[in-house]
């Protein structure tokens, strides 16, 4: 799982699988963000969730957060060999305005 | 404009050249950040502008470090006497603000040699 002081996480699935990946954070949050990144370059914004909800759908991608263990997981259902990347958890805490971001889980899917 | 813009792309420079990377976020975002990453690492936050309101400087790993944001729209961030440690891919994004998802630039990645 992601979270401030840990190593990246690897996960290497069959496409058609599901890969599920997990973040965990330390203070409470407004919201919890979910980015793609291929190849080193730019994030690309996945999915939201904010305190109050429980989980969200977008698509394959299911979140849940779990705000009594300060934690969220990212599900990526049937999963294609376009959806090898490294996926990072980033919170919102609010008043300083700007996100913190995990170190990343990285996946690979193989076709 | 449809993204944010980041350029150079790539820039390779001499220790102890100054360097400026710019960033032209989407128009309309008032907010906008510099992240940077190393190698195989998470995000590291540099800078964080808002508005009219003066930036969130507390992220910037030292003085050598600086970044402007002109009429509320494009950034500069200069980092002079470049060293070693600052090779990484520089990272700009924007977005309306409190709340809201980052779009990101595709990054600049820097190399000190």
């Known amino acids: 799982s992601q979270q401030g002081e840990e190593d990246p996480q690897a996960l290497s699935i069959q496409e058609g699988e599901n890969a599920t990946m997990n973040c965990s954070y330390k203070?409470?949050?407004?919201?919890l963000q979910w980015y793609r990144q291929n190849s080193g370059r730019g994030l690309v914004h996945l999915i939201l969730i904010r305190s109050n909800e429980r989980e969200k759908h977008s698509g394959r991608l299911r979140v849940t957060l779990d705000t009594s263990k300060k934690s969220s997981s990212l599900l990526i259902t049937a999963s294609r060999a376009a959806d090898t990347a490294s996926y990072f958890c980033?919170?919102?805490?609010?008043?300083?305005?700007?996100?913190?971001f995990g170190k990343g889980n990285q996946v690979v899917v193989i076709p | 404009g449809a993204g944010v813009s980041q350029s150079p792309s790539n820039k390779v420079t001499e220790k102890g050249k100054d360097v400026e990377l710019r960033c032209d976020p989407i128009?309309?975002?008032?907010?906008l950040y510099w992240y940077r990453q190393s190698l195989g690492q998470g995000l590291e936050f540099l800078i964080y502008?808002?508005?009219?309101?003066?930036?969130?400087k507390s992220g910037l790993p030292s003085d050598r470090f600086s970044a402007e944001r002109t009429g509320g729209s494009v950034s500069t961030l200069t980092i002079q006497r470049t060293q070693q440690e600052d090779s990484a891919v520089y990272l700009c994004a924007s977005s309306f603000g409190q709340a809201e998802g980052y779009t990101f630039g595709s990054g600049t990645r820097l190399t000190v040699v």
């Open positions: 502008f808002q508005g009219n309101s003066a930036p969130d």
């Open positions: 203070t409470s949050i407004n919201n």
């Open positions: 128009s309309g975002h008032t907010a």
């Open positions: 980033a919170t919102d805490k609010g008043g300083n305005n700007r996100l913190a």
